[in-house]
């Protein structure tokens, strides 16, 4: 179950006046399936989905990490984003 303290970042993310850029986010979106999920799950898209391979390599990258861990990475670099403003 995820924390109040996750759940505030995760809240957070959809509040940023600036993007993050695409590197951030795909970052952000492998933390949260780690934190949530676990392990990645299912087979890899197709070379011509681009967006769907960038999202499963990026989760996959993350691959044995525990869901504490990349929860708690997760709330310190959406708070650095915050704090950034």
Same mark, same amino acid.
């Given at each position: 179950?995820?924390?109040?303290?996750?759940? +505030?970042? *995760?809240?957070? %993310?959809?509040?940023? @006046?600036?993007?993050?850029?695409?590197?951030?986010?795909?970052?952000? /979106?492998?933390?949260?399936?780690? +934190?949530? *999920?676990?392990? %990645?799950?299912?087979? @890899?898209?197709?070379?011509?989905?681009?967006?769907?391979?960038?999202? /499963?390599?990026?989760?996959?990258?993350?691959?044995?990490?525990?869901?504490?861990?990349?929860?708690?990475?997760?709330?310190?670099?959406?708070?650095?984003?915050?704090?950034?403003?």
């Amino acid at each position: 179950m995820a924390s109040a303290e996750f759940e +505030a970042a *995760v809240a957070a %993310v959809g509040t940023l @006046r600036k993007d993050p850029g695409n590197e951030t986010k795909l970052r952000l /979106y492998a933390l949260y399936k780690q +934190a949530t *999920v676990g392990d %990645v799950t299912g087979k @890899r898209p197709g070379m011509m989905d681009f967006v769907g391979r960038a999202k /499963y390599d990026a989760w996959a990258a993350l691959e044995g990490s525990s869901m504490e861990d990349a929860e708690a990475e997760y709330i310190e670099t959406v708070d650095s984003l915050v704090a950034a403003g």
